[in-house]
């Protein structure tokens, strides 16, 4: 008979016991990921051993194996394959999340720990292409989460509004370059939202591997972009990550784009705390954005190098840079204009992962001429 006590205790049980059907699909999963010839980093480190130790695990948040890999599962196109529900995440998954982060981030061991925050000297910088000849426009983002608030998947609606209102009030405190406004997505016209994806200012809607994830649930509430006048800075809320805080302008002028970020980044953390691991840095959604957080990119022409993709790929992974296409991830080069950014984002400070598309980016260039 269930006593009283007893009931009790086995109620709390099941409660950290993944459900029936979950492992089901789990397993529905891993048979179609190992059955599938995805290139994904998901697919070769989620091994029958580390799958079977890791399939009746649970978060605080309730979040399971299922949750962090079902972006990968269902998406085998994927580069990667596996966010992260919650930050908690990362230590009860840790068997799968760490050899992907040491892939990703060129090498970056689970015995390793991230340094300390360091925006190291800003004037150091300068314009990758006075010129004007090759780099079309200069960006450099960072991501970062709220403390207190769980990752997208596990976030409510009215935590979604909360947060909207913490980071719209917070902006709107910015002065000088930075002051701006805040335009939530919930009530932006169509047009108005579709100009500002085309000028690569605004986030795309309905992005598949965001979506396999659960991290777009009911979309638009608590998503928004605030900005300044002339658009050179810019804050995604609720996108992928609780916030994005991007600089970018036209031009090669890293230094005045790596300027602005830090001086905004610096502003902005006087008023939010955000959530920060002592291992891995400042926390994001996805292990590719861990540590720094920092993307600092180029859209840039290389007619003669990229007249062989492979060949730009391979020369831009020989100095740590990653190629994407003309509108981010995921997309195609139009009228010869290539993405392309420092790969790693962790186990180096802010100011090398920066100075590593700086110096990428000049031996590119430097190449491009001698063709
Ligand atoms: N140097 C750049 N100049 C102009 N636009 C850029 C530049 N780099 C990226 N973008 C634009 O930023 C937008 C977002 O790109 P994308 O999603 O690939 O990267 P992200 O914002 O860094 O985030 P994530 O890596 O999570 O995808 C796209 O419209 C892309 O074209
Ligand atoms: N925006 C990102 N987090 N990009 C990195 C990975 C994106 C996607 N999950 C993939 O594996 O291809």
Not at 135 to 151: A, I, K, M, N
Not at 162 to 167: A, H, I, L, R
Not at 236 to 241: A, I, L, P, V
Not at 318 to 335: D, I, N
């Amino acid at each position: 008979m269930c006593t009283r006590a007893t009931c009790a205790a086995l109620k709390a049980k099941a409660a950290t016991m993944v459900d029936a059907a979950t492992l089901e699909k789990l397993e529905a999963g891993f048979s179609k990921l190992q059955g599938s010839d995805s290139k994904s980093l998901l697919k070769k480190y989620l091994t029958r051993e580390v799958f079977d130790s890791l399939k009746n695990k649970k978060t605080s948040f309730g979040s399971t194996l299922l949750d962090c890999i079902q972006s990968g599962v269902e998406n085998l196109d994927s580069g990667v394959g596996i966010y992260a529900p919650d930050a908690e995440s990362y230590s009860v998954f840790a068997e799968l999340f760490d050899p992907i982060i040491e892939d990703y981030h060129n090498g970056f061991k689970k015995t390793d720990k991230h340094p300390p925050k360091n925006w190291g000297d800003v004037d150091t910088l300068g314009n990758l292409d006075p010129a004007g000849e090759f780099v079309v426009s200069t960006r450099v983002r960072c991501g970062r989460s709220l403390e207190g608030y769980p990752f997208n998947p596990c976030l409510t609606e009215s935590q979604y509004k909360e947060m909207e209102d913490k980071v719209s009030g917070t902006l709107s405190s910015l002065e000088g370059e930075l002051k701006g406004t805040f335009y939530p997505l919930t009530g932006m016209s169509k047009e108005t939202q579709q100009q500002l994806i085309d000028d690569h200012f605004l986030f795309k809607e309905g992005d598949r591997f965001l979506q396999a994830a659960n991290a777009c649930r009911f979309w638009p509430t608590g998503r928004g972009i605030y900005h300044n006048e002339n658009k050179t800075f810019l804050v995604w809320c609720n996108e992928e990550d609780h916030l994005r805080i991007i600089s970018m302008q036209m031009g090669g002028d890293l230094q005045q784009v790596y300027k602005r970020l830090v001086s905004a980044v610096n502003e902005i953390e006087k008023k939010i705390p955000f959530s920060h691991h002592d291992r891995l840095g400042f926390l994001t959604f996805c292990p590719t954005n861990l540590g720094t957080t920092v993307r600092a990119s180029v859209h840039i022409k290389l007619p003669k190098l990229a007249a062989d993709k492979k060949k730009l790929e391979e020369v831009a992974s020989k100095y740590h840079l990653q190629v994407r296409g003309t509108r981010g991830e995921h997309t195609e080069a139009e009228g010869g204009v290539y993405d392309i950014s420092n790969k790693r984002r962790m186990g180096l400070t802010e100011y090398d992962a920066v100075k590593e598309m700086y110096d990428g980016i000049a031996e590119l260039i430097k190449i491009e001429k001698s063709l």
